[in-house]
């Protein structure tokens, strides 16, 4: 069975930042991709990045140039670094790890006040 734990996240003032985690245990394949989607109260999912196991990454418009994603193979582990945060990146961010399917991590809060 396949888990994915987050940590990281918090409440945090407009212009700090923030690393969230991600490790994931179970049986998946190698090539594989994870990444981070987050959901602000009222609004959809959407996507924040994310990454291959040989590192390509793609990044939502809003977040380039301020987030970086990062993966540890030998730790199953994915990375958010937020930086210059503000306002409107406040979300429930959810770890994803896609092989076909897509698996989910359980969220975690983060809050920047203004």
């Known amino acids: 069975q396949v888990q994915l734990v987050e940590s990281g996240g918090g409440l945090v003032q407009a212009g700090g930042s923030l690393r969230l985690s991600c490790t994931y245990s179970?049986?998946?394949?190698?090539?594989?991709?994870m990444g981070w989607y987050r959901q602000a109260p009222g609004k959809q999912r959407e996507l924040v990045a994310l990454?291959?196991?040989?590192?390509?990454?793609n990044y939502a418009d809003s977040v380039k140039g301020r987030f970086t994603i990062s993966r540890d193979n030998a730790k199953n582990t994915v990375y958010l670094l937020m930086n210059s945060l503000k306002p409107e990146d406040t979300a429930v961010y959810y770890c994803?790890?896609?092989?076909?399917?897509?698996?989910w991590g359980q969220g975690t809060q983060v809050t920047v006040s203004s």
């Open positions: 179970g049986s998946i394949p190698s090539l594989n991709i």
């Open positions: 990454i291959t196991s040989g590192g390509s990454t």
């Open positions: 994803t790890l896609i092989v076909v399917y897509n698996y």
